[in-house]
């Protein structure tokens, strides 16, 4: 409910009215059924636009640091990240990302629509970077279609390390669903859940049209992080 109020009566027409988000393949997006949408992710505001511009609940598993801070600041991020479907993760490793998968599996055994990003971060350069390997894994586990989702100029409205939006359109396009099944029973096998991802890589990059980087986010940021101390 109080997602459903947020989304329809406070944010969503307030958010969509300023932006005016252009959608295509809104079709693609089964009625019912689990299924995961797999964005790029080149800023903050991508969980935001998707499940605005998306008629379904759209679920997403963020950082658990979003809803354990103190203060009014924290009390409204808390909000802000509950009013927008997302669920706490702790994404330290090991069994906290087994337990990450199975809150995904969970979500999609109840039938509900599954938000990832397959490149574990936002972009730093708005390039698209390899893909992870979980979403793979959570495609065969769950027996569910992946749909690619592409965000469009999303970090030219709120770039890496910006508190405010600039006012300005974006996109999102939805493409096909991807159908996986011929490798029912192969989770296990890293060479397969490599091939699906890049499979799924193949076709962000081919609806947003960003260059593609064969080297993870996550290692261009520490490289950074590094150079500049």
């Given amino acids: 409910m109080f997602y459903w109020f947020m989304k329809n009566i406070v944010i969503g027409p307030l958010v969509l009215g300023i932006f005016r988000p252009w959608v295509t393949g809104l079709e693609n997006i089964p009625r019912e059924g689990g299924v995961i949408l797999a964005s790029n992710h080149l800023s903050f505001i991508d969980s935001v636009f998707l499940p605005l511009v998306v008629p379904r609940r759209v679920v997403f598993l963020a950082k658990s640091e979003y809803f354990t801070g103190k203060g009014l600041k924290g009390w409204a991020t808390r909000q802000f990240f509950k009013a927008t479907g997302q669920l706490p993760i702790d994404r330290s490793g090991g069994k906290a990302s087994e337990d ?130």
């Fill in 100 to 229: 990450s998968l199975n809150t995904g599996l969970r979500v999609l055994a109840g039938g509900g629509v599954l938000g990832i990003y397959p490149e574990g971060t936002r972009s730093p350069d708005a390039r698209m970077y390899r893909g992870r390997t979980g979403v793979a894994r959570m495609v065969l586990e769950a027996g569910v279609p992946v749909i690619p989702v592409a965000m469009i100029d999303t970090e030219k409205a709120m770039p890496t390390g910006t508190r405010i939006p600039k006012i300005r359109r974006i996109g999102v396009i939805i493409g096909t669903p991807l159908d996986f099944s011929r490798f029912d029973g192969m989770e296990g096998d890293r060479f397969v859940l490599r091939s699906i991802t890049d499979e799924l890589m193949y076709e962000l990059q081919q609806l947003s049209t960003q260059e593609y980087v064969d080297v993870y986010a996550t290692s261009v940021k520490e490289k950074r992080a590094n150079l500049s101390r």
